[in-house]
């Protein structure tokens, strides 16, 4: 089953977007119904991704802040001034300017798929670093993408935040390394946040918090399917559920049927009895050791790695 994975926005005759559409149809089809992570990103889901960065279970953007805060000196011994930044995603608010600031870059350049975020983030990160070029590329990240011109000759590193490389099954990701090293080129930089495994308690509670709002996220997902493609999906009848799965080391979000129930998406019937699920997405952690093999199975070799003050989350250099 693809539960990740991206590809550039193509719409249908009626305003449908074909690849979420075939995406969720596949998805259900399956023995386990899942959907790919990636569509939780509509407008209201970034808005609810951005209010669970600010949960008090939720560390992991916490975490990676703090350690960019922290060890600005030691960015700039081990990268050094002059570099293209590349970041593989369209940038958050906070923690590339940390980067940036403490580096002094030639060039940044945003990797997203969606045209909007990149242009104001873009806009955003020109207007607070008014001498550094800024050159957006729209583009799928999970491919090797051609870079500018203008930054041809500049040393690059690329710049992962988030964990977001958690999102992927192994194979995947190491799919990703492998693209990201084609794309940056030879003696380029990777700098990667990662998260590691803790108590399972720890970690079910950032996916399941106190409030309800990743339980809003991820119901936002079916909400996001009944309204683009004309499902019927009865949102009360769905629960939320985080869970530690310990053969794959990651949190899995699920979306759990209360009691048996029908519904229909883009004119496709589909049930489910109680218990049983749609996967919604899979969040994995890792150790210091499985860290390093993913990287070395990426073609990356880890320089250095730091942690937050609680030793929770990882940032890691690595080279080519
Ligand atoms: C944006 C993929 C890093 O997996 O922690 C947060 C998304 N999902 N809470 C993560 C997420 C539920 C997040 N990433």
Do not use: C
Not at 105 to 117: E, K, M, N, Q
Not at 164 to 187: E, F, K, P, Q, Y
Not at 215 to 238: M, Q, S, V, Y
């Amino acid at each position: 089953a693809a539960y990740d994975g991206l590809a550039l926005v193509e719409l249908d005759e009626d305003g449908v977007d074909k690849a979420f559409r075939a995406d969720v149809l596949a998805g259900l089809a399956q023995e386990q119904k899942a959907v790919p992570a990636r569509w939780f990103y509509d407008d209201a889901g970034s808005e609810l991704f951005e209010d669970i960065t600010r949960l008090p279970e939720y560390y992991p953007t916490r975490a990676e802040t703090e350690i960019l805060r922290e060890h600005g000196d030691e960015f700039l011994d081990l990268i050094g001034p002059g570099r293209a930044v590349v970041e593989f995603g369209s940038g958050s608010s906070v923690k590339t300017p940390l980067l940036l600031r403490a580096i002094e870059p030639a060039a940044y350049v945003p990797l997203d798929i969606s045209g909007d975020f990149l242009r104001a983030a873009a806009g955003d990160l020109a207007a607070k670093f008014p001498g550094l070029p800024v050159h957006p590329v729209e583009a799928d990240f999970m491919r090797e993408v051609a870079l500018p011109d203008a930054v041809a000759d500049m040393p690059k590193l690329g710049f992962f935040p988030g964990s977001t490389i958690g999102n992927m099954v192994a194979r995947t990701a190491v799919d990703l390394l492998r693209s990201m090293r084609g794309t940056l080129g030879a003696g380029s930089q990777l700098l990667i946040g990662m998260d590691l495994i803790k108590d399972p308690k720890v970690l079910e509670a950032a996916y399941d918090d106190a409030a309800g709002v990743t339980a809003e996220f991820n119901l936002n997902l079916a909400r996001r399917i009944n309204r683009e493609l004309g499902g019927t999906i009865p949102l009360d009848k769905l629960h939320h559920v985080a869970r530690w799965n310990d053969t794959f080391a990651r949190v899995e979000m699920h979306l759990e049927a209360l009691e048996d129930i029908a519904f229909e998406v883009s004119g496709h019937r589909f049930a489910m009895t109680a218990g049983e699920t749609i996967h919604t997405e899979n969040s994995h952690k890792f150790s210091h050791r499985s860290q390093h093999t993913l990287l070395l199975a990426g073609g990356w070799t880890p320089l250095r790695r730091w942690l937050d003050s609680q030793g929770r989350f990882s940032l890691i250099l690595a080279d080519w």
